[in-house]
C-alpha cells in the first residue's frame, strides 16, 4: 500500500519554464489537497479538490493551477515559474486524517 | 475566517523534561484538531486529531493533547521528552468531513539537549 506518492522528488527549473507535479493516492479518498511549505510559514494551502473533476482554491493560489482528473491523480501545474516558487510542495489526501506525500523540492532559479 | 496559532517558533528542553507546544485555533464550526509532526527532509506524520468526545486524546510515542473550547486551544503534551522527538510540530484545524479547508500553524521548532 504505496499511500500518497509525489512525483518528481526534486526539480530545478528556469525562471518561465512550466512543470507539473503528480500526487497520486491509492485510498479512495475523496479529498486531496496541494500546499507549499516555507520557512517560517508553515504550510499553505495552494488549491484543493474534494473530488473527482472538483477543484478549489486554497490561500495561496496565484500562479498554479490543479486538475483532478482521476480520482486518485491530483496535478499541480506551474506555467510560468518564478523564483518566489522555491518550495517544498507537499500533497495529500483525506478522510478522517490527512495522509501526505514525501514532498517535491522545487528550486526556481 | 479559520486560523491556527503557534505562539512558539522554537523550544528547546532537556532530554527528559516535559514538554508542552501550544496550539490556538479560530474556526466557525465545531473544529477538528490535529497534530503533525515532520523530521528533517520527511513529510508529516500524525500524532493525534480530535474530532469529538473526551477532550484529552492520547496519540503515538507518548504524546496527549487537551482540547479546551474556553480558550481556543489544543496544546499538545509529554511528560518526558525523548532525543528523538526533536522535530517540526504542526497543529491544524479543519473539518475533516466535509471538504473544507484544512489550516496549518507555522510550526514549533523543538530542540532537545542531552
Known amino acids: 500500500n504505496a499511500g500518497v506518492t509525489q512525483t518528481p522528488k526534486f526539480r530545478v527549473l528556469k525562471t518561465g519554464q512550466s512543470m507539473t507535479l503528480l500526487c497520486a493516492q491509492d485510498?479512495?479518498?475523496?479529498?486531496m489537497y496541494w500546499y507549499r511549505q516555507d520557512p517560517g510559514m508553515g504550510l499553505r494551502l495552494i488549491h484543493y479538490?474534494?473530488?473527482?473533476?472538483?477543484?478549489a482554491k486554497g490561500e495561496v493560489p496565484d500562479g498554479y493551477n490543479v486538475s483532478r482528473l482521476k480520482k486518485q491523480n491530483f496535478l499541480l501545474g506551474l506555467e510560468s515559474a518564478a523564483p518566489s516558487q522555491t518550495s517544498v510542495y507537499f500533497c495529500?489526501?483525506?478522510?478522517?486524517?490527512?495522509?501526505f506525500g514525501q514532498g517535491t523540492r522545487l528550486t526556481v532559479v | 475566517a479559520q486560523s491556527v496559532t503557534q505562539p512558539d517558533i522554537h523550544i528547546t528542553v532537556s532530554e527528559g523534561a516535559s514538554l508542552e507546544l501550544r496550539c490556538n485555533y479560530s474556526y466557525g464550526a465545531t473544529p477538528y484538531l490535529f497534530w503533525y509532526v515532520q523530521s528533517p527532509g520527511q513529510g508529516l506524520q500524525l500524532l493525534l486529531k480530535?474530532?469529538?468526545?473526551?477532550?484529552l486524546v492520547q496519540g503515538i510515542k507518548g504524546f496527549e493533547a487537551e482540547f479546551k473550547r474556553s480558550q481556543s486551544s489544543f496544546n499538545l503534551r509529554k511528560p518526558s521528552v525523548h532525543w528523538s522527538d526533536a522535530a517540526e510540530y504542526f497543529c491544524a484545524v479543519g473539518a475533516a468531513n466535509t471538504g473544507n479547508q484544512f489550516y496549518f500553524g507555522t510550526g514549533t521548532s523543538l530542540t532537545v539537549i542531552p
Open positions: 480530535y474530532f469529538s468526545g473526551d477532550t
Open positions: 495529500a489526501s483525506m478522510d478522517t486524517e490527512a495522509f
Open positions: 485510498m479512495n479518498h475523496e479529498y
Open positions: 479538490s474534494v473530488g473527482e473533476g472538483t477543484t
